[in-house]
């Protein structure tokens, strides 16, 4: 594990200190001053160069600790050595404040938290500020809105949507609202009650969706962010025993994807971002036709340029890849390319479109694959890093 990043060279004068009455008039004084006072924008500055912070939630399991920070070379690929940034129970997943001062992870244990932390920009570190209950059971998914006021969070054992208001200190707030859903699905093994598993806001920040596996229901809920206020504007249904679980907006704000834990399937929707209506469009599967064995989905995301969307494969253990049409906003499956690890959870791809990291929880891995743009299709570069039991990655 790494305690830093980077070497700097202490800055010092090479004269000796002016006497003492006169200090303050003296040229080497003023000099020092200067050097002193850039010294923090120096360190950032380096440490900028080293890459781009890297955060991964995951369960604290055997040597897994909590949340771990890594530096990330856009340019190479290249992954530094993780290093523990804090400490925490079940950390399973993250969300950065917009001001990228602050980051908020779930306790995702029993009666569950959401917890707040201080980042250090140099060296990624994370300290402790608060930490509230999350209104429900086992608490796996949140987001911070565009107006930097509130944390979106759900909870999955009893199907709980909460809102958080933030305070300037980056704190968190009892909850402003709570809001419990009702019903169940056909498959009473997993859907004898409601099982909210993500949040995901639009663009214009009006209206938060969350995917609920235990109803087959997409939720559209209208946000007051003004106020920290969530009340239920509508629901998209898919069809029976689906189990959604993750859900994520097309570039353009015209579409957007879901993907069915229980049904390993990736549902195509038109969304009017004006009305906060969701239409189906289309739902394709994530495995191959050959493939018989089990199989339950995790993450979807879309990629930048809009033109794939990709979806984990608990089972296969593989990124099912899918072409976009547009402008219907239909789907068509293009590749599936092994994890290099079991039980892949959250992926993230970077902000360039050229990179893709992978958290497989079950071999404690995380692998760094190249990404081709005009193809959607990924390569390993060899990279791994070993990390107990990976759920989440956000680049900072």
């Known amino acids: ?22 200090m303050s008039a003296t040229p080497m004084h003023l000099s020092r001053r200067t050097l002193l006072a850039a010294l923090p924008a120096a360190l950032t500055a380096r440490a900028a160069d080293a890459g781009q912070l890297v955060y991964f939630g995951t369960y604290s399991r055997g040597a897994s600790k909590g949340i771990y920070v890594a530096r990330f070379d856009a340019a190479t690929g290249k992954l530094s050595a993780p290093q523990l940034a804090a400490e925490a129970r079940n950390p399973s997943f993250l969300a950065l404040h917009p001001d990228g001062k602050f980051l908020y992870a779930v306790g995702e244990a029993g009666k569950g938290i959401i ?31 565009a107006s930097k006021r509130n944390v979106l969070a759900v909870n999955y054992g009893d199907g709980v949507t909460s809102v958080f208001p933030i305070k300037a200190d980056g704190s968190l707030s009892e909850a402003s609202s709570v809001i419990k859903h009702s019903g169940s699905g056909p498959d009473q093994k997993r859907q004898q009650g409601p099982h909210a ?15 609920d596996l235990g109803l087959d229901e997409y939720i559209v809920y209208a946000l007051d962010a003004q106020n920290g206020k969530i009340t239920r504007h509508g629901a998209a249904k898919v069809k029976g025993g689906s189990g959604p679980r993750h859900f994520a907006f097309h570039p353009s704000y015209q579409y957007a994807f879901g993907v069915n834990e229980m049904g390993s399937s990736v549902t195509a929707f038109k969304w009017n971002e004006q009305t906060g209506k969701l239409d189906e469009i289309s739902t394709v599967s994530t495995l191959p036709k050959d ?25 296969h253990n593989s990124l099912a890849i899918f072409a976009v049409d547009m402008p219907q906003g239909s789907i068509k499956v293009v590749d599936y390319a092994s994890t290099l690890g079991k039980t892949p959870r ?15 929880q079950d071999t404690s891995n995380v692998v760094a694959f190249a990404l ?5 299709k990924i390569t390993p570069t060899g990279q791994t890093l070993d990390i107990g039991f990976p759920v989440c990655i956000r680049f900072a």
């Open 197 to 211: 598993h993500s949040v995901n806001l639009s663009k214009n920040n009006k209206w938060a969706v969350v995917a």
């Open 372 to 376: 081709d743009p005009s193809t959607g």
């Open 115 to 145: 917890a707040s932390y201080s980042r250090d920009a140099a060296t990624g570190l994370l300290k402790p500020i608060n930490s509230v209950e999350s209104q429900g059971n086992s608490p796996c998914h949140l987001v911070v809105d």
């Open 346 to 360: 959250n992926f993230r791809i970077h902000s360039s479109g050229k990179w893709l990291l992978a958290a497989n």
């Open 291 to 315: 493939f018989s064995g089990d199989n339950s989905c995790a993450e979807v995301l879309v990629h930048p340029n809009g033109r794939f969307v990709y979806a984990s494969n608990r089972g």
């Open 1 to 22: 594990m790494l305690k830093c990043v980077g070497n700097f060279d202490t800055l010092k004068s090479d004269q000796p200190d002016p006497p003492r009455l006169s």
